[in-house]
């Protein structure tokens, strides 16, 4: 396992924009698939986005494609969710997960699939 650690989370108004960053330990960064999860209060914890290296597939839920954007920083360790034209029902608490190490040809959009997560960061849209 290793350890991911969230941040950027906040208050914004509807339609405004919003990018997370997950920091990950390590030294093969780069070999993990990572993914962004988010889990409002009363409903399950649900797939965001995934990715695996750079260049690779990457996959979104239905309800944000064309408005977030995952990508990450193999020098930094850093993996990135950038959120535009958000609305109150992004609200939740968002996770990041790595799957270590990863070597297959798609992202990984099962909770189950990941062995790592972060403490979360709270995303708030409200007028």
């Known amino acids: 396992q290793v350890q991911l650690v969230e941040s950027g989370g906040g208050l914004v108004q509807p339609g405004g924009s919003l990018r997370l960053s997950c920091a990950a330990s390590?030294?093969?960064?780069?070999?993990?698939?990572m993914g962004w999860f988010r889990q409002a209060p009363g409903k399950e914890r649900e797939f965001v986005a995934g990715?695996?290296?750079?260049?690779?597939?990457?996959g979104y839920a239905d309800s944000v494609k064309g408005r977030f954007t995952i990508s990450r920083d193999n020098a930094k360790n850093t993996l990135y969710l950038q959120m535009s034209s958000l609305t109150v029902e992004d609200t939740a608490v968002y996770y990041c997960?790595?799957?270590?190490?990863?070597?297959?040809?798609?992202?990984?959009?099962?909770?189950?699939?990941?062995?790592?997560w972060g403490q979360g960061t709270l995303v708030t849209v409200s007028p």
């Open positions: 997960a790595a799957k270590v190490p990863y070597y297959g040809s798609s992202y990984l959009a099962s909770p189950s699939q990941y062995d790592s």
């Open positions: 990715m695996i290296r750079i260049g690779g597939r990457t």
């Open positions: 390590g030294r093969t960064f780069s070999s993990y698939a």
